[in-house]
């Protein structure tokens, strides 16, 4: 029986990126890059004008004073856009629009609220810098920048900059589409009155918004009833899909038929069960190269698995180089007391802040493995080591924070 930190090794060292597909700029937000995106143009393209105003010759502008303001011969007007026609000669300049290239010969613009303009003339009252107010060739990004790495998940200013260098499509890994079904005979919609015995399937929304929330495309299937034909036609239209997650099914007991179906479909067995609590009984499968995680039905134990396990390979499947939440040490100000000589890892439902310079967490409340409330306010996970039987209060502990993006 895997550690969980082995039993992710074994996961993630199986699985490689999906194949790169080219999108087109609106549809590749959230994606990560295929490739080392470098740029093959500059930005702006041409020196141009970064004020409405007059392009001049600074040289032009040395004497100029309030008592003795500088008269410039107006050539004419400079919309962005617009090419002009002659260069800025000495004693003349253009009227000129933020963006508009500057004309052969200028090499400075005066902001118009800085000069009085007659009908083909302009007077500045007051020297300028050279080069005050013009944005130079190429002075934003230039050719052969590196833009993106590979592996980056795209976000809007990537895309702006994409744009800006004349990228209309980029090489991406593709969302990776999830087959997701919940098993039991007990389970009954949320809309639904649960008779006796029954539950309503909590299970089918939490995982499918874990996977959404991870950038993949949750496909969840119509719940499965415990029957071994059922069960058997589902998980096979279930392996068209690039992952496969089925919640419950997977013990000991009579009816738990998802183990044996999976291998008499191809499956390959990698491991069978973790040594960690909640969430022990993970299996996880290969059915050619496609990851197929058996997970506990309690609904507590099957998010935690989703975010510790499924998580991260459905981001290695997708092509992110970040493929873990970040981690930080904090202190328990609660303390907690587990079973003494457990050699299993325990994850504990936690709510961490930053108070005095420090990272401090309180448990959510019970931690039992079906109690879901303890995720309403959970934002980590306390990672308590194999072996140790208590934390006392104000002790330290690892947490992994669940509520930020990946960093490694």
Not at 185 to 209: M, Y
Not at 244 to 269: H, M, N, W
Not at 343 to 368: D, I, N, Y
Request: proline share 9%.
């Amino acid at each position: 029986m895997p550690t969980p930190a082995e039993a992710l090794a074994l996961i993630l060292d199986r699985l490689a990126p999906l194949p790169p597909v080219t999108a087109p700029l609106g549809a590749a937000l959230g994606l990560a890059a295929a490739r080392a995106l470098v740029s093959a143009e500059q930005v702006p393209p041409f020196t141009n004008s970064a004020m409405d105003g007059y392009a001049v010759r600074a040289g032009d502008l040395a004497a100029a004073s309030p008592e003795h303001p500088v008269r410039l011969q107006v050539l004419g007007d400079l919309a962005a856009g617009a090419v002009p026609d002659r260069p800025v000669a000495p004693g003349t300049a253009w009227r000129i629009m933020t963006g508009a290239p500057l004309p052969d010969g200028a090499d400075t613009v005066v902001p118009v609220e800085h000069t009085v303009r007659g009908a083909d003339w302009v007077e500045v009252r007051g020297p300028l810098r050279k080069g005050i107010h013009v944005r130079h060739a190429g002075e934003d990004i230039r050719a052969g920048l590196a833009l993106v790495p590979a592996g980056h998940a795209l976000r809007p200013g990537d895309l702006g900059v994409l744009a800006a260098v004349g990228m209309p499509a980029v090489p991406v890994h593709p969302r990776a589409r999830v087959a997701v079904l919940t098993t039991g005979d007990e389970l009954v919609d949320v809309s639904e009155k649960p008779g006796p015995g029954r539950i309503r399937d909590a299970n089918i929304h939490a995982v499918c918004a874990q996977v959404a929330a991870c950038g993949a495309i949750p496909i969840p299937f119509p719940r499965v009833k415990d029957d071994r034909a059922t069960l058997s036609a589902a998980l096979r239209e279930a392996l068209q899909a690039d992952a496969i997650l089925t919640t419950g099914g997977i013990s000991v007991g009579d009816y738990d038929f998802v183990k044996p179906i999976l291998e008499e479909l191809g499956a390959e067995r990698v491991f069978w069960k973790v040594a960690q609590k909640p969430g022990g009984p993970l299996g996880f499968w290969m059915a050619g190269s496609k990851p197929v995680f058996g997970i506990p039905g309690n609904p507590v134990a099957a998010m935690l698995m989703v975010e510790e396990y499924v998580r991260p390979a459905l981001r290695r499947l997708m092509g992110f180089s970040a493929l873990h939440r970040p981690v930080a040490e904090a202190v328990l100000e609660d303390g907690w007391t587990g079973k003494a000589g457990d050699r299993r890892t325990t994850f504990l439902r936690v709510v961490a802040r930053t108070e005095g310079g420090r990272l401090r967490a309180r448990l959510t409340g019970p931690q039992g493995s079906a109690i879901l409330s303890s995720m309403l306010h959970a934002n980590a996970l306390a990672v308590i080591p194999a072996g140790t039987d208590r934390v006392e209060p104000g002790g330290a502990i690892t947490l992994h924070l669940t509520e930020l993006a990946e960093d490694h």
